[in-house]
C-alpha cells in the first residue's frame, strides 16, 4: 500500500471557527500615516464586514496543506498512463533554470537591450524545434495546444485570404481530439467529420470525395489518438495541397516519433507542438503550458508578432509590427518560463537522448498492448505508437465497465488511464506510459490490470464497487457534474 492512513479534516476556513487567535504572520508595525480606504478608494469597492481569515500557526496551515497534497496523485508518485496526455516526468533541472533570476524576475516591458539572454533563449528554442519538425518557422506565443491550433488555422485563413479566397470548411478525423473541431468554428469554419477507416487511419478514398474547393484545411493528429500513424500522410498532404487546401497536423502527440521523422517532409503546413507533453513541464491540474507552432514556408509571413529576430551582430531583438502578420494572440511572449523548461529539457536530452526517448515511449506502449491484449479488447488492431487504446467489451459481460476499472486501478495504487476518448472506441481504456517510468513500474501497472481483469471475471462485484482503499470512495459524477460546487461560503 502506498499511503499512510489519511484523516479528516475540516477545511481551512472552517477551522477560523476555532478562535484560538493564533498568528501565522507577524507585521510589522505600521510606520506611515493610517489612511482611510474611502480616502483612496471607490466607496463602492470598500468593505465594512471582517474578513473571515483562519487564526492558524504557520505549521499548522504547512501540514494542513501538506496533507491535502497527499491526497492527489502525481507524477512524482508513480505512473501516470493518462492517454492522449503525456505525463512525463519533469526533470528537476528544469526547475532549476526556471528559477534563476535573470529568467524568473524578468519583466516582459524591459528594454530588449536588458534582456539579452530571455531572447537569445527564444530563438534558440525556435531554431531546435525547427530542426526538429523541419519547418520554416516557429512561433512561441500560444499558450496551450489548443491555442496553438488557433494560431495555424488563422494563419491558413490569412493565407488564403491573401489569395483572394475564402473557403467555409475544415475537415477533422472522428479520432480527432475535440479541441480540433473546437478550432475549426472559433476560426470561423465548418468543421466537417471524416470517418477512420478500418485501420483506424484516414482513407484516400474518403479524403478524396471530401476534399472540395470548399475545403480550406485538414487537422490531422500524427499519430492520430489511437496510438496510429498516419501511413498515408504524403499522399495525403499531396491530395490536399492539389486542391487548394493546408495541412494543419496536430502535433500533440509528437512525442511518439520527435527524432525519427520530420513533419516539414511529410507536407504538413502548420503543427503545434505542446510543450508541456513532449518536452516536459509540470502538467496537469491546469498549470501553465505553451503550445508553440511550427509552420511552412506558405504560412511563414503570417506568423504572430511580436516575433524575436537575431540581428546581424548576433544580437536579438523583438518585432512588434509586420503587416502581413495575424497579429498578437495574447500579452506579451507567451509563458516564457514553460519555454525555458522545454529548451533545458531537449539540451539536456540532446539529440540521441530526444531519439532514445521517442523510441522508449514506443517501446511502453507496445509492452502494455502485448502484456493486456488477451485480456483486454482492441477495437483497432494496427501497430501501435505512443498509446494503445483498449475497450471494456470483454469485461461488459459481467457488467464490469471501464469506469470501474478506472476506479480499481486507484485501489492498486495507479493513476487510470485517460477513459471513454477517442469516441469512436466505446468503453474506451486509453494507455499512454510515456518513456520517463522506469520498466518495473510499466510491468506492475500491466500486473495490476490483469489482476482487475481476473477479478472481473470472478468477483465483479468487487471492481463495480472500487474504490475501496482511497480516502474518498466513488463519488456520484453526475451530482458533482450538475451541482457543481467550487466555493466555499460560511453557512
Ligand atoms: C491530440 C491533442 N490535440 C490537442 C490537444 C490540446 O492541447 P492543450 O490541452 O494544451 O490545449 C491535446 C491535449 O493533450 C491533444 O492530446
Known amino acids: 500500500m502506498r499511503r499512510r492512513a489519511l484523516r479528516e479534516e475540516p477545511l481551512i476556513f472552517e477551522r477560523n471557527q476555532l478562535r484560538t487567535l493564533r498568528q501565522g504572520v507577524l507585521l510589522p508595525s505600521l510606520d506611515v500615516a493610517d489612511i482611510e480606504p474611502t480616502a483612496v478608494l471607490p466607496p463602492d469597492l470598500v468593505r465594512d464586514d471582517v474578513p473571515l481569515w483562519p487564526d492558524l500557526g504557520e505549521l499548522e496551515v504547512v501540514q494542513h496543506f501538506h496533507r491535502l497534497s497527499q491526497l492527489n496523485y502525481a507524477v512524482d508518485e508513480g505512473l501516470y498512463p493518462l492517454g492522449s496526455c503525456t505525463m512525463k516526468y519533469n526533470p528537476r533541472i528544469n526547475e532549476r533554470t526556471a528559477r534563476l533570476t535573470g529568467f524568473a524576475d524578468l519583466h516582459p516591458l524591459q528594454p530588449d537591450d536588458q534582456v539579452q539572454g530571455a531572447l537569445a533563449l527564444m530563438w534558440e528554442l525556435e531554431e531546435a524545434l525547427k530542426t526538429l519538425t523541419g519547418m520554416a518557422g516557429v512561433t512561441l506565443q500560444p499558450a496551450a495546444g489548443a491555442h496553438g491550433e488557433l494560431a495555424g488555422i488563422l494563419m491558413i485563413r490569412r493565407a488564403l485570404e491573401e489569395r483572394g479566397e475564402r473557403r467555409e470548411v475544415v475537415l477533422v478525423p472522428d479520432s480527432a481530439h475535440g479541441t480540433n473541431p473546437a478550432t475549426a468554428a472559433f476560426a470561423g469554419y465548418r468543421a466537417v467529420e471524416m470517418p477512420s477507416g478500418p485501420e483506424g487511419t484516414v482513407g484516400l478514398d474518403t479524403l478524396d470525395r471530401m476534399m472540395t474547393d470548399e475545403v480550406a484545411a485538414i487537422m490531422l493528429t500524427v499519430p492520430n489518438t489511437l496510438g496510429v500513424f498516419e501511413h498515408r500522410i504524403v499522399q495525403i498532404a499531396e491530395l490536399v495541397h492539389r486542391r487548394g487546401g493546408y495541412l494543419y497536423m496536430d502535433g500533440a502527440n509528437l512525442n511518439a516519433f520527435v527524432g525519427r521523422a520530420l513533419p516539414g517532409r511529410m507536407g504538413a503546413d502548420a503543427m503545434h507542438i505542446n510543450l508541456h507533453k513532449t518536452f516536459s513541464t509540470p502538467h496537469g491540474g491546469g498549470g501553465p503550458g505553451a503550445?508553440?507552432?511550427?509552420?511552412?514556408?506558405?504560412?511563414?509571413?503570417?506568423?504572430?508578432?511580436?516575433?524575436?529576430?537575431?540581428?546581424?551582430?548576433?544580437?536579438?531583438?523583438?518585432?512588434?509590427?509586420?503587416?502581413?502578420?495575424?497579429?498578437?494572440?495574447?500579452?506579451?511572449?507567451?509563458?516564457?518560463?514553460?519555454?525555458?523548461?522545454?529548451?533545458?529539457?531537449?539540451?539536456?536530452?540532446?539529440?540521441?537522448?530526444?531519439?532514445?526517448?521517442?523510441?522508449?515511449?514506443?517501446?511502453?506502449?507496445?509492452?502494455?498492448?502485448?502484456?493486456?491484449?488477451?485480456?483486454?479488447?482492441?477495437?483497432?488492431?494496427?501497430?501501435?505508437?505512443?498509446?494503445?487504446?483498449?475497450?471494456?467489451?470483454?469485461?461488459?459481460?459481467?457488467?464490469?465497465?471501464?469506469?470501474?476499472?478506472?476506479?480499481?486501478?486507484?485501489?492498486?495504487?495507479?493513476?487510470?488511464?485517460?477513459?471513454?476518448?477517442?469516441?469512436?472506441?466505446?468503453?474506451?481504456?486509453?494507455?499512454?506510459?510515456?518513456?520517463?517510468?522506469?520498466?518495473?513500474?510499466?510491468?506492475?501497472?500491466?500486473?495490476?490490470?490483469?489482476?482487475?481483469?481476473?477479478e472481473a471475471e470472478e468477483n465483479p462485484e468487487l471492481v463495480k464497487t472500487a474504490p475501496h482503499t482511497t480516502p474518498v470512495r466513488r463519488v456520484d459524477e453526475v451530482r458533482a457534474a450538475r451541482q457543481l460546487k467550487t466555493r466555499w461560503t460560511p453557512d
Not at 358 to 377: E, G, M, Q, T
Request: charged share 25%; aromatic share 8%; hydrophobic share 45%.
Open 291 to 454: 503550445g508553440p507552432v511550427a509552420v511552412s514556408e506558405a504560412l511563414l509571413p503570417h506568423l504572430p508578432v511580436p516575433r524575436v529576430e537575431r540581428t546581424d551582430d548576433g544580437r536579438f531583438r523583438m518585432l512588434w509590427d509586420d503587416p502581413s502578420s495575424i497579429g498578437a494572440l495574447r500579452g506579451y511572449f507567451g509563458n516564457f518560463l514553460v519555454l525555458v523548461r522545454a529548451l533545458t529539457y531537449i539540451r539536456a536530452m540532446g539529440a540521441d537522448g530526444l531519439r532514445a526517448m521517442s523510441d522508449v515511449a514506443v517501446l511502453y506502449a507496445n509492452l502494455v498492448r502485448h502484456r493486456l491484449r488477451k485480456a483486454y479488447h482492441l477495437k483497432f488492431d494496427a501497430p501501435s505508437l505512443h498509446e494503445v487504446v483498449f475497450d471494456d467489451n470483454r469485461q461488459a459481460v459481467r457488467d464490469v465497465h471501464n469506469t470501474d476499472i478506472a476506479k480499481r486501478l486507484l485501489d492498486y495504487g495507479f493513476h487510470p488511464p485517460t477513459m471513454s476518448f477517442p469516441l469512436i472506441v466505446h468503453g474506451a481504456l486509453m494507455i499512454e506510459p510515456t518513456e520517463s517510468a522506469p520498466p518495473e513500474e510499466v510491468e506492475a501497472f500491466c500486473d495490476a490490470m490483469l489482476s482487475i481483469a481476473r
